[in-house]
Structures are given as structure tokens and as C-alpha cells.
């Protein structure tokens, strides 16, 4: 078998890839051990997580209404089968879609797990039929798209259920009365948020000093202060696990905190502590690509890798490992074998962590910029002035830009707040598109939306807020 391109692995980033340079013409074959497209994103990521966070979200709703807003409703009654269908369905739909799409695009798709044998071949093995004679697969351009696994330290892999990657803990199979929740990033949060609204007692324990590390801390807070109460096992900062040991019926686990030594039994244990790369055991030795100490494909900025027959896309070529970035990547890499062109296609990828309130940036963060020296002036509206984040009864929101102080160009944008991922959009663009603050007070945003508060934000810098009071700067 011969393909001009082979795509290796069908997440957003491969499929994308499979599907733009179809649409350019060429003869496209994707390899996908799975059997449905989607990849981590729609099987056992974005998709199935969001889906259960909105459930979570509507139960944390009632109980606002019950507690403040004197409406009663009694406590919700949660049918977990019906809750498990509604979120495979929704990944059945979807990756339903996918696969007529490749059809109609005239995409090969072959159900097989590919390993590179050379630079321009490839040796499948797997569960679908069509590749029972011919087990290599040539090409003259190979698209990698492996993606991402959970990492897990060698000393904390078990064969029990009690101890779950996301990927375990996405199917759901109950709620455990108690979870610790290894790791305060944004899948432990996700996750842990999901499993304390169903009823589970979450314990979370990070090992840094804040949870999300990445992210600007005056944006963490408000994430902290709801979190806080709803893990009511408790959050644990600078806090070290020393050993797993799962038994029959629990998991006791011991960690080093800043006072000492703890030991404690969980029903379950959710290791959420980052993701590594798909680059090991699929015969890249026997190609030129390189990796970088931690196991990424090192590629440059048109994603063409050290082998000029291999390109690399998504979580498998670095941070940020998210959808979207993968999505971009394939555009990319499209692009360049299309026109041998790598001019980078947008510089601003936003970050979006969908707990309760949301927490969004793009561009520039403060946590960066301090720590990269970047001079920057920051303005911010804080959302107890929004009319909307009142009626909703979140004022506990902020939405900030951070500025250029030479050109008011602007450098980033961040955001707590219920919708604050949909909200970043806008930041992106003006980021995008090198707007200036001013700019971005220029268009009119509807009354009452917290959309006000990204012009508001700027017009506090400008010091034309109406609803807040600062000294106007010069412009
Ligand atoms: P993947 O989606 O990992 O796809 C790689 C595919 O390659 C897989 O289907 C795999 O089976 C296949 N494969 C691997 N090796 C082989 C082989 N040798 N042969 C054949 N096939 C192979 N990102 C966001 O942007 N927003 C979110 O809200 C978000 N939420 C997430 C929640 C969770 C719980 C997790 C785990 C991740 C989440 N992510 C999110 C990250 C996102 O899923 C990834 O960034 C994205 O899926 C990366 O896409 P990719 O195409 O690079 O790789």
C-alpha cells in the first residue's frame, strides 16, 4: 500500500490534518489504532469531560437557587446510567460524524497501530481486515499525530480500578464515596469538580504551591475560594505523595505535607499529575526525527521534523498540549506541504479551565511576564461592577488586560468568571490583530453581557470607566 500522505493517529490534530489535505487534493491515508476518530479530545477528554462538568454545573445551580436566591428545590436525584448514556451518546454522534466526513472526503481510514519500519514506511498491525495481506504502508509524507497519554510514575502503576487516570475516571462507573484527587491542574480540577458535585468527598493534593501553576494567581483565587469548600476532604498545597498502596476495598495513600508526614484511605485515587507524549515504541529510532529530553518531536515552526519525509502535529510535538493548538498544528502542516511555507499561522492559543467560576487567558500572562522580565502595565475590571455579573449573582468574576506600556498594544488577556471561556475569543482576536487598547473600546459590546467587561477593562486603563472611578491616563 502506498499513500502520498499518512496520517499517524486520529485525534483533532490528525484528522484535521487527514481532512484539509484531502480537501487539497491529495491521496490521504489515516491510521488510527482506535475504533472510532476523535482521539483523546472526543474519546476520553474535552468532549466526555464537558459533558459531565455541565451536569455537574446544573446540580451546583440548584443548590445556589436553594441556599440564596429563595427558590426551593429538593436535593437532586442522580440517575448515573442515564448520566454515562448522555455523555457516550454525545461521543457517539460526534465521532459518528467523523468518520461519514472521512468518507465524503475520500480519506482512507485503516483501524491499525502504526510503527515506523523507515523514513517513508510504515508497519501496521491491528483489527482491520483490509490490512491482513499487506502490513506496510508507504509514503511520501508522514503526518504524526500520536497525541498524549496520562503520565504515571512507575511506582504508582497498579492493575487496580481504584486507581484511575482520566481515563478511567471519565467512564464513571460510580461514585466513590471518597477520591483523592492526585494533581491541581486543570484535569484534577475538572474532574474533581465532576466527582464532589455528584457526591463523591474529594481530597486534592498538589504538589506546588498553588493550583494551576501556569495560571495568574489573582485569577486562581476565586477558583480556590469555591473549590475549597466543595473538595470537602480538603486542598493540600506543597504537599508530596510518598507511596499508593491499593487493597481490596480502599487505596492507602501517604504524603509528605508541610507539617509532616499523612496517611490516609480513599475509595479511589485520581492521578492527574500532566501527560506525556506518544513518541516511544513506534519506531521513530529508525527515522531521523529527534526528540527533546522529555520525549516531545522536536519540529519547527511549519512542524516539519529533523526527517524531511515526517511532519508532527499536536500533544506529541510539545505544550500547549490542547485541542485546539493540535487543530492549528494541522493547518500548519497542511499549509507546508502544500506550499513549503512556515510562516507561523497565529501566535496567541488561549487556555480555557472549565471548572466553576472558569478561568480563561490568552497571550501574555502576569505569571509569564514576571517571570521573563516583560515590562507591562495591567488594567482590570472587576465583574461586582457588571450589572449582568450581579444579576447572575457571580461578582466574584474579573476580567483583566495586560498592555503594553511603550504602545498600549495588547499583550494578554485574562479572566475568571462563569463564560469565560467563550469570552477569551474576542481577546484572542484583539491580541491577533495587535489592537491597541483604545481599540478595543471603539466597538459597541451589548448591555447587560459580561462581554462589557473586556471594553470595561480597557476603558478603566484609559480611565473612562463609567461605573468605576480611576484618574484618566494620557493617551
Ligand atoms: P490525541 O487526541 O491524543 O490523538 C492521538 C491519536 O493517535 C489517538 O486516537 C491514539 O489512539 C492514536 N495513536 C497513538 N499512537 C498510535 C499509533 N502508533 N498508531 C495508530 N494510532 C495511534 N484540550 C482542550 O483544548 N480543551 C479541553 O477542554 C481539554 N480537556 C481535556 C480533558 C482531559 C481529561 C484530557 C485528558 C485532555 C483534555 N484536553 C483538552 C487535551 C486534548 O485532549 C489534547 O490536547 C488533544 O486531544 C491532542 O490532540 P492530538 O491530535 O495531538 O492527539
Redesign the pocket.
Known sequence: MHSRVVV?????????AAFLAADQGLDVTL????PR??????????????ALLHVAQMISQVDELSQQWGIEYSQPAIDLDQVRNRKESIIEALAGGLAQIAKRRNVHVIQ????FIDSTT?Q?T?ADESIAIDKTLTFDHCIL??????AIPSVWKSDSPRVM???Q??QLTDVPSSLLVIGGG??GL??GSVYARLGSNVHLIEMAEQLLIDADKDLVKPLYQKLDPLFSGGIELNTQITSITPQSNHVDVEYQTPDGSQSKSFDRVLI?IG?QP?SL??GLEHTAVELDDAGFVQCDSGQLTSDPHILA?????GH????????S??RMAVKTLIVDSNDPLSGCIP??I?TDPEIAWAGLTETAAQRDQIDYQVAIYPWAASGRAQAIGRNEGRTKWLIDPQTNRLLGCGMVGPGAGELIATAVTAIDQNWTVEQITESIAPHPTLSETLSGAAEVFLGEAIEIYKPKRAR
Open positions: 499517524l493517529g486520529g485525534g483533532p490534530g490528525g484528522y484535521a491510521v488510527e489504532s482506535e476518530l476523535g482521539g483523546t479530545c472526543l474519546l476520553h477528554g474535552c468532549i466526555p469531560s464537558k491499525a497501530t502504526g510503527s510504515l501496521l491491528g499525530a500520536t497525541g498524549s497519554r496520562a487516570t482520566s481515563d475516571a471519565l486543570y484535569i475538572e474532574l492527574a501527560r506518544n515504541g513506534i502535529i499536536g500533544d506529541v510535538c500547549p498540549m490542547l485541542a485546539h493548538k493540535a487543530t498544528d494541522a487556555a480555557v472549565f
